[in-house]
């Protein structure tokens, strides 16, 4: 008996032809393993009990990073004699999933430290079972010839590990070894001399550029005080807080609490950064994450990573980008030091570190790139979207076949040259993965940058506005599959609203096509518009304006005049009923600070200040008829007495308002499953507050888990909206 079998999914580029080929062989099966464009196709001869056997291991025990999406199994006709992995036919179409970068694996990290085995010390050291994937692709389907490994001849050694299916790097397209691989290099210096002589200056308190698997790295020792605040200057980065890397689990506890969750996600695969809470032996130098308890930590993804931290002190791994800028790939580029530790392999796909934290015993993303894209989300099947997303933290999202893509976190779009990134990404997923949109999604607020650029960002002339606050609510409803109406709760610092202001702290009750706005913060102006999310003296100042309060803050009888000015005549002091600017002004009040370096600094520091024993501030939740406010302004006072209560009174109090909120609203509507999602829900404690009071009150919670609850997750949130409109399921 003869069959052909097509697997789709997540099957190339990770071991998954070698694997197939291994347990045909083990049923004594003969026949053939090839990719196509669009998965990989086997062809099994034998006995059809001996078939069948091998098809459900392979279904249900695929290699780690493998994703089987679907099994297609049909007569075939054809005697074979043998088994082979064959070369991938010319002319296949190009619709299958690459798997993204691997990070090393405990075997090749083995090797790489083994004096005696042949690739000791070699930095690009790798196997079906790890390395470079997305970063390096050009196109697929996914072969040697179509990764930029593919520039380097292979040895002998590596031609015959290559060809052997009883190796581990049979058909391991990014074999490589010191006699064939790339070349690492620091000026004059090649190989192991390179990363040595670049070891000697991070000890010497020099900062060196590293370039990594999606982009170059700025790197310093991380206990150095004065080389950590160079870096800092150098980028331009003010107080934001930067990751660390350690050579290993034992280094990482001692600077970080860490629990099963946080090792898991260290240790894994994807090796992403993780937000752990500082420990008390915690080390490093002061500026490494200032103004907060906690501290980005990952552990080295890459042989280079592992070869270079080796008996180093934990080391600050931050992009090589100017602040908001995009990440450098290409090393005759803007690299801001004259210490460079490049390498001759070029990254086709520039991509940042993903971020992730733990919430509830899971892994929740903060930033998703390396190592998570491009693995789709399942989403209703429809019309292919497009989604642009919204103006910061921005990604995109192709829609497709009961599949979204969400792209890496490419930034903020205001920035010209990450727009310009944006746009590349754009096109370059579009040729990869042969994206048609049929539609095109987009920000409703008509000055965001994709919104202005979407004729010329989309091949598709249908255009259907998303409400920034309506996709944060619709994104967790399809990341968790909810249909009908859900009560949402959108918190964060920004977004353009239905009646023209900005929002960012809505009551919604929403289905994936529509929504109602039912509750929302109580409204101030914001003087200055812009300027005051930095000086948040401005918010603290209108703050106590409104409530008629008197406070002493530190800004001269001018600014004062000018700023009431603004605020009374309504001039450049648009109104908000934003959570994350309402958290900056008690910020301000608790002495926090008064200005922040980098978006939610003073939250960050409100966060950190958190006391558990305070007892809860009052936001009452007033009823109008049609919608109910959250007011502030007896919590203001309660502040303005009781500075030093600030923290923990204002975290629970606002807490409170938001179950009290959904209560409210389960009481006209019935509803009892909320959403939760927005910036401010990065905050752990206020997530963890509300996620509890909410549960004990009966609801169904849910948030953001497989994307960022911040605006990363916002194209996906306008695919949902856009495919439920236009003919996918249609939920209301």
Same mark, same amino acid.
């Given at each position: 008996m003869t069959?052909r079998?097509?697997? !789709?999914?997540?099957?190339?580029?990770v071991?998954?032809?070698?694997?197939v080929?291994?347990?045909?062989?083990?049923?004594?099966?003969k026949?053939f393993?090839?990719n196509i464009?669009?998965?990989?196709e086997?062809?099994?001869?034998?006995?059809?009990? /001996?078939?069948q056997n #091998?098809?459900?291991m392979?279904?249900?025990s695929?290699?780690p990073q493998?994703i089987?999406e679907?099994? +297609?199994?049909?007569?075939f006709?054809?005697?074979?004699?043998d088994l082979? =992995?064959?070369?991938t @036919?010319?002319?296949?179409?190009?619709?299958?999933?690459?798997?993204?970068?691997i *990070?090393?694996?405990?075997d090749?990290?083995?090797?790489?430290l083994?004096p005696?085995?042949? $690739?000791h010390?070699?930095?690009?050291?790798s196997?079906?079972?790890?390395?470079?994937?997305l970063?390096?692709?050009?196109r697929?389907p996914?072969?040697?010839?179509?990764?930029?490994q593919?520039?380097f001849d292979l040895?002998?050694?590596?031609?015959?590990e290559?060809?052997n299916?009883l190796?581990?790097?049979?058909h391991a397209q990014?074999i490589?070894c010191?006699?064939?691989?790339?070349?690492?290099?620091?000026g004059?210096l090649r190989g192991?001399?390179?990363?040595?002589?670049?070891?000697?200056?991070l000890?010497?308190g020099e900062i060196?550029?590293i370039k %990594?698997?999606?982009?170059?790295?700025l790197?310093?020792i991380?206990t150095?005080?004065?080389s950590v605040n160079?870096?800092?200057?150098?980028?331009?980065r003010g107080?934001?807080?930067?990751a660390?890397?350690?050579?290993?689990i034992?280094?990482v506890?001692?600077?970080?609490?860490?629990?099963l969750?946080?090792e898991?996600?260290?240790?894994?695969w994807?090796?992403?950064?993780?937000?752990c809470?500082?420990?008390n032996?915690y080390?490093l130098a002061?500026?490494v994450?200032?103004g907060?308890?906690?501290i980005?930590?990952?552990?080295?993804y890459?042989?280079l990573?592992?070869?270079?931290l080796?008996?180093?002190?934990?080391?600050?791994?931050?992009s090589a980008?100017?602040?908001?800028e995009?990440?450098i790939?290409d090393g005759?580029k803007?690299?801001?030091?004259?210490?460079?530790?490049?390498?001759?392999?070029?990254?086709?796909v520039?991509i940042d570190?993903?971020?992730?934290?733990?919430f509830?015993g899971?892994?929740?993303?903060?930033?998703?790139?390396?190592?998570?894209v491009p693995?789709?989300l399942?989403i209703?099947?429809? @019309?292919?979207?497009?989604?642009?997303?919204g103006?910061?933290?921005?990604?995109?999202?192709f829609a497709y076949?009961?599949k979204?893509?969400?792209?890496?976190?490419?930034?903020?779009?205001g920035?010209?040259a990450?727009?310009?990134?944006f #746009?590349?990404?754009?096109c370059l997923?579009r040729e990869l993965f042969g994206?048609?949109e049929?539609?095109c999604?987009?920000? /409703?607020?008509p000055?965001?940058t994709?919104?202005v650029? $979407?004729k +010329?960002?989309s091949r598709?002339?249908?255009?259907i506005?998303v409400?920034?606050?309506?996709?944060? =609510?619709?994104?967790v409803m399809?990341e968790h599959g909810?249909?009908?109406?859900?009560?949402?709760?959108?918190?964060d610092?920004?977004?353009?609203?239905?009646?023209g202001? =900005?929002?960012?702290f809505?009551?919604?009750v929403a289905? $994936?096509s529509?929504?109602? !706005?039912i *509750?929302?913060?109580?409204?101030?102006?914001? @003087?200055?518009?812009?300027?005051?999310?930095?000086?948040c003296?401005?918010?603290?100042f209108?703050l106590a304006?409104?409530?008629g309060?008197?406070?002493?803050?530190?800004i001269?009888?001018?600014?004062?005049e000018?700023?009431?000015?603004m605020?009374?005549?309504?001039?450049?002091?648009?109104?908000?009923?934003s959570?994350? !600017?309402?958290?900056?002004?008690?910020?301000v009040?608790?002495g926090l %600070?008064?200005k /922040?370096?980098?978006?939610? +600094?003073l939250?960050? /520091?409100?966060?950190s200040a958190?006391d558990?024993g305070?007892r809860?501030?009052?936001?009452?939740?007033?009823?109008f008829?049609?919608h109910?406010e959250?007011?502030?302004t007896?919590?203001?006072?309660q502040?303005?007495?009781?500075p030093?209560?600030?923290s923990?009174?204002?975290?629970?109090g606002?807490s409170?308002a938001?179950?009290?909120?959904?209560?409210?609203?389960?009481q006209?509507?019935?509803?009892? $499953?909320?959403?939760?999602s927005? %910036?401010?829900?990065l905050?752990l =404690?206020l997530?963890e507050?509300?996620?509890?009071?909410?549960?004990s009150?009966?609801f169904e919670v849910y948030?953001?888990?497989?994307?960022?609850?911040?605006?990363?997750c916002v194209s996906?949130g306008?695919a949902?909206?856009?495919?439920?409109r236009?003919?996918g399921m249609?939920?209301?």
């Amino acid at each position: 008996m003869t069959k052909r079998i097509v697997f !789709r999914g997540t099957v190339q580029g990770v071991g998954f032809r070698p694997f197939v080929w291994r347990v045909a062989d083990s049923f004594g099966l003969k026949g053939f393993v090839r990719n196509i464009g669009n998965g990989v196709e086997a062809v099994f001869c034998g006995e059809s009990s /001996a078939i069948q056997n #091998a098809i459900e291991m392979i279904r249900t025990s695929p290699p780690p990073q493998a994703i089987i999406e679907s099994v +297609e199994v049909a007569d075939f006709e054809g005697d074979y004699k043998d088994l082979k =992995i064959l070369e991938t @036919p010319e002319g296949a179409p190009s619709s299958v999933l690459v798997p993204p970068d691997i *990070g090393i694996c405990d075997d090749c990290r083995r090797e790489l430290l083994d004096p005696k085995d042949p $690739r000791h010390l070699h930095p690009f050291i790798s196997c079906t079972n790890c390395g470079p994937r997305l970063s390096i692709i050009r196109r697929l389907p996914y072969d040697r010839h179509t990764i930029s490994q593919g520039d380097f001849d292979l040895c002998d050694r590596c031609r015959n590990e290559y060809v052997n299916p009883l190796d581990r790097r049979y058909h391991a397209q990014t074999i490589a070894c010191p006699d064939c691989g790339p070349t690492v290099f620091m000026g004059e210096l090649r190989g192991q001399e390179a990363i040595l002589g670049a070891k000697k200056s991070l000890l010497a308190g020099e900062i060196v550029a590293i370039k %990594g698997i999606g982009g170059f790295h700025l790197a310093c020792i991380a206990t150095n005080e004065a080389s950590v605040n160079a870096l800092r200057m150098l980028k331009n980065r003010g107080n934001e807080p930067m990751a660390v890397m350690c050579f290993d689990i034992i280094q990482v506890r001692g600077q970080a609490e860490i629990g099963l969750c946080e090792e898991q996600s260290l240790s894994s695969w994807r090796k992403p950064v993780v937000l752990c809470k500082k420990s008390n032996n915690y080390s490093l130098a002061p500026s490494v994450a200032p103004g907060t308890d906690k501290i980005g930590i990952f552990l080295p993804y890459t042989p280079l990573h592992v070869l270079l931290l080796d008996g180093l002190p934990p080391v600050v791994l931050t992009s090589a980008n100017l602040h908001e800028e995009p990440i450098i790939a290409d090393g005759a580029k803007n690299i801001m030091v004259t210490k460079v530790l490049g390498n001759d392999r070029e990254i086709v796909v520039p991509i940042d570190d993903s971020v992730t934290r733990c919430f509830k015993g899971k892994q929740q993303l903060f930033r998703r790139a390396r190592g998570f894209v491009p693995e789709t989300l399942p989403i209703p099947k429809g @019309p292919s979207i497009l989604a642009l997303g919204g103006q910061m933290k921005n990604t995109f999202t192709f829609a497709y076949d009961g599949k979204a893509m969400v792209s890496h976190h490419i930034g903020e779009m205001g920035n010209a040259a990450t727009f310009a990134r944006f #746009a590349e990404s754009l096109c370059l997923f579009r040729e990869l993965f042969g994206f048609k949109e049929e539609y095109c999604a987009h920000d /409703a607020h008509p000055s965001y940058t994709t919104t202005v650029h $979407r004729k +010329e960002l989309s091949r598709s002339d249908r255009f259907i506005p998303v409400f920034h606050h309506h996709a944060h =609510i619709a994104s967790v409803m399809g990341e968790h599959g909810l249909d009908g109406r859900v009560i949402g709760v959108a918190a964060d610092g920004t977004g353009f609203g239905a009646d023209g202001t =900005i929002w960012g702290f809505e009551f919604l009750v929403a289905s $994936r096509s529509e929504f109602e !706005r039912i *509750g929302h913060l109580r409204t101030f102006p914001l @003087p200055g518009g812009e300027i005051a999310i930095k000086d948040c003296r401005r918010i603290l100042f209108s703050l106590a304006r409104q409530a008629g309060s008197k406070i002493d803050l530190d800004i001269g009888p001018q600014e004062r005049e000018l700023w009431g000015a603004m605020i009374d005549k309504g001039i450049n002091a648009p109104a908000t009923s934003s959570l994350g !600017r309402l958290f900056d002004g008690f910020a301000v009040l608790a002495g926090l %600070g008064q200005k /922040a370096t980098y978006e939610a +600094e003073l939250a960050v /520091a409100l966060e950190s200040a958190y006391d558990p024993g305070a007892r809860p501030f009052n936001f009452p939740v007033r009823d109008f008829g049609d919608h109910f406010e959250v007011d502030w302004t007896v919590a203001l006072k309660q502040g303005i007495e009781n500075p030093a209560s600030i923290s923990g009174g204002f975290h629970k109090g606002i807490s409170e308002a938001i179950v009290k909120g959904c209560l409210f609203a389960r009481q006209k509507t019935g509803l009892k $499953r909320i959403c939760l999602s927005g %910036g401010c829900f990065l905050n752990l =404690i206020l997530l963890e507050l509300v996620f509890d009071a909410l549960s004990s009150e009966g609801f169904e919670v849910y948030t953001n888990i497989s994307l960022p609850p911040g605006d990363g997750c916002v194209s996906f949130g306008q695919a949902v909206v856009a495919l439920s409109r236009v003919g996918g399921m249609r939920c209301v």
